[in-house]
């Protein structure tokens, strides 16, 4: 019996993959690089509901969080120091939280003591995770003026993160910035 070595079946599962996205059309998943953004849509604290769809034309920073998740509190400075920066120039910063139904104060409370002034979405339900494919929290998404996915993260994100920031300009220059 033979056994094959992990690299060897990685390397030909990613061969197999690449073989069927491109007799495929090559089209990545919804959420991913490269893709059209997913039909999403959600309520605000204050109740209203609002669409990925509705921003077309803005290029939209998209990052899911939740009040109970470390990293998440670690990077709302950095979401809201890209929001002080970028807004001015036409990028919208969302917050998507997941906390649990009924958790509405909790968000409100958490926004008021992190001075977060961007917009904030709930989906207790988590559809933006099923929509974007998220493997957890927090995950971020670059979405362009055009509706594509031009850049995601999981993991705490950077205000100063260079990737970020290049991608953030280029849809920003694409927006008619």
Not at 122 to 145: H, I, K, Q, W
Request: hydrophobic share 45%; charged share 20%.
């Amino acid at each position: 019996m033979s056994t094959v070595k992990p690299k060897r079946l990685a390397r030909s599962l990613g061969i197999l993959f690449a073989g069927l996205a491109a007799a495929c059309g090559g089209a990545s998943p919804p959420g991913q690089v490269g893709a059209p953004a997913p039909d999403y849509a959600a309520t605000t604290l204050a109740g209203d509901s609002v669409a990925l769809a509705d921003w077309r034309g803005d290029a939209v920073l998209l990052n899911i969080w939740a009040t109970w998740c470390p990293p998440c509190r670690e990077e709302i400075p950095e979401l809201q120091a890209l929001h002080e920066t970028y807004a001015p120039r036409g990028l919208r910063v969302v917050g998507v939280s997941v906390d649990a139904a009924g958790a509405d104060r909790t968000v409100r409370e958490f926004v008021h003591e992190f001075g977060v002034d961007y917009q904030i979405l709930r989906d207790p339900a988590e559809r933006v995770s099923v929509a974007f494919a998220t493997r957890g929290v927090p995950t971020t998404v670059l979405v362009g003026p055009e509706g594509t996915v031009l850049w995601r993260h999981l993991g705490p994100i950077r205000a100063d993160d260079p990737a970020l920031r290049e991608a953030i300009d280029q849809a920003l220059s694409v927006s008619g910035d």
